[in-house]
């Protein structure tokens, strides 16, 4: 039933800990999921200085979906899009042939406070890789919820448990958070050809074995998987049908090595207009000095 069992890696970013779950070495996507980072959780102060924050890059071939726990980002884009994002809600935001956007804790910085959640990465399908660049905002009473034997679910992205969430997604694929009662069970939906589950919080116990947070568990396909809570849990679903190989180099994906080439050299040269109301810095490609302000700003 569980395929295998993968522990997030955890980074510091300077400011907070990320724990990094996909890509992994012997599991590089799940479906169309390509990139999985935990957030947090961690207890902001005031004044949080501005190095912990994403200064604006860019992104080809992907949409991004940031969903929060707790605590509030703010969200810019090249598209003119400024946005805050709150525990429960979707920021659903598709690069396409390219964006820049920028994440910064300005309410963090101002009155401190908590910060968790998870920001995950969706692959494009061939035919859409190149498709014009957008954002979607969708409020957390938007989304569809179910309640069932202490199960509390919310449908984030895509469709799962006979619900659809109203986010426009490129391939079939489903996004659940569920928050389950000790005793409590779940079962993952077996509709998907490739489908697992990352443990928030809490543990639970999959035929007779237990694990805890942190894990993501990778299930066999179209095998029954039920989730036993062995306490009070929190749980993200993610499932999907695989969509092909895909290339990954910092903030690019695409199914062509030579694509995510052109996007390097796209940025490198000044070629991605910066968010419109966050133009004054970015961050450079890896292994590669700063720059000035980016002339396409």
């Not at 940025?267 to 000035?292: T, V």
Request: charged share 25%; net charge negative; with cysteine.
């Amino acid at each position: 039933m569980i395929e295998l069992a993968i522990e997030q890696r955890c980074r510091d970013l300077g400011g907070f800990e990320v724990g990094r779950v996909l890509p992994y070495a012997k599991r590089r996507m799940v479906g169309p999921f390509i990139f999985f980072d935990r957030m947090g959780p961690v207890e902001f102060p005031a004044g949080l200085p501005r190095s912990v924050d994403v200064r604006p890059h860019p992104h080809i071939g992907l949409s991004t979906i940031t969903y929060l726990f707790e605590g509030e980002i703010m969200h810019r884009d090249s598209l003119g899009t400024e946005q805050p994002i709150r525990p429960g809600e979707v920021n659903w935001m598709t690069a396409g042939r390219g964006i820049t956007h920028s994440e910064r804790f300005e309410r963090a910085r101002r009155e401190g406070g908590p910060m968790d959640g998870i920001q995950a990465w969706v692959a494009l399908p061939e035919a859409h890789e190149e498709t014009e660049p957008g954002f979607e905002h969708v409020g957390g009473a938007d989304l569809p919820v179910w309640q069932e034997d202490g199960v509390w679910g919310r449908v984030v992205a895509g469709e799962a448990f006979g619900l659809k969430a109203g986010v426009s997604t490129f391939s079939p694929m489903a996004y659940v958070h569920l928050v389950m009662d000790a005793g409590a069970r779940a079962a993952v939906p077996d509709d998907y050809a490739e489908r697992a589950a990352y443990i928030a919080s809490g543990s639970v116990e999959v035929d007779g074995r237990r694990y805890g947070a942190g894990q993501m568990l990778v299930f066999t396909p179209r095998q029954p998987v039920t989730l036993a809570a062995a306490e009070p849990a929190i749980i993200m679903l993610l499932a999907g049908e695989p969509i092909g190989p895909r290339y990954i180099e910092w903030n690019f994906v695409s199914s062509s090595r030579e694509r995510i080439e052109q996007a390097k050299a796209d940025w490198r040269a000044g070629r991605m207009k910066l968010p419109d109301l966050d133009n004054q810095e970015f961050i450079p490609l890896p292994g590669e000095p700063a720059a000035p302000p980016n002339p396409m700003s």
